[in-house]
């Protein structure tokens, strides 16, 4: 079935630092792709998101290339801040024979330090 | 305000005892889902909806159910909660028609925290 894998965290970086949270997929049809971030006691919300092959979603300075050909979907920023400690989750859509599924990663934690 | 809204957002109860958590949406959306959250898992689908009387399984529904009278709303019981099933749900909901941004987009609740002792 449909899946996807995020690297581990916690990632630990220091503000001005660059990030990247690597994501994988296996998907049958062509998925759409998101980047969810949950911030402490909160509900997830959206980050970014891709509908097809070679598209980059962006927001807030972060951005993510659908990559078809890698089935990757890594999240990267230029420079982070202490703002952006949360846990990142990357997803897809699988819509496959009438269904009409989420697939979640594991999430990965970021830290940022001062 | 375009919001999901889940109650209670914390529950402690016991095995057996059945239980109900309510979830709401007031955008309209077709799609409605809840999810489980649980460490080093990330969120697992459970049941999700389609439409008024439409709902599918996920991928963890076993002991779990749901119904889908009214668009807006989507509750999720347990009709006999054990101590696997502690853990923080999830509602959320997304437009499945339209353009642009909000297509597929799924907007979360708050989170209900559940115990099942």
């Known amino acids: 079935g449909d899946s996807v894998t995020q690297m581990e965290g916690p990632v630990t970086l220091s503000e001005e630092a660059f990030l990247t949270i690597n994501c994988t997929y296996t998907?049958?049809?062509?998925?759409?792709l998101f980047w969810y971030v949950q911030y402490p006691g909160e509900g997830l919300q959206l980050l970014l998101k891709?509908?097809?092959?070679?598209d980059k979603g962006s927001n807030k300075g972060f951005e993510a290339t659908y990559r078809k050909e890698t089935t990757s979907f890594h999240l990267e920023k230029g420079s982070v801040q202490v703002s952006d400690s949360a846990v990142y989750f990357c997803?897809?859509?699988?819509?496959?024979?009438?269904?009409?599924?989420?697939?979640f990663g594991t999430g990965t934690r970021l830290k940022v330090l001062a | 305000e375009a919001q999901v809204t889940q109650n209670p957002r914390y529950l402690i109860t016991v095995t057996g005892k059945k239980l109900t958590v309510t979830c709401s949406q007031n955008?309209?959306?077709?799609?409605m889902s809840w999810y489980r959250q649980d460490p080093g898992l990330g969120l697992r689908q459970i049941y999700y909806?389609?439409?008024?009387?439409?709902?599918d399984k996920g991928d963890v529904p076993e002991g779990y159910k749901v119904s889908r009278k009214e668009k807006r709303n989507f509750p999720l019981i347990l009709e006999s909660p054990s101590p696997n099933q502690t853990s923080l749900y999830f509602c959320?909901?997304?437009?499945?028609?339209?353009?642009?941004?909000?297509?597929?987009?799924?907007?979360f609740g708050p989170g209900t925290r559940l115990l099942v002792l």
């Open positions: 891709a509908t097809k092959a070679d």
């Open positions: 909806s389609m439409n008024v009387e439409v709902t």
């Open positions: 959320a909901s997304s437009p499945l028609t339209g353009t642009g941004r909000d297509k597929e987009t799924q907007y």
């Open positions: 998907a049958t049809g062509y998925p759409s």
């Open positions: 997803a897809l859509s699988s819509t496959t024979s009438g269904t009409y599924k989420y697939i």
């Open positions: 955008m309209n959306h077709e799609y």
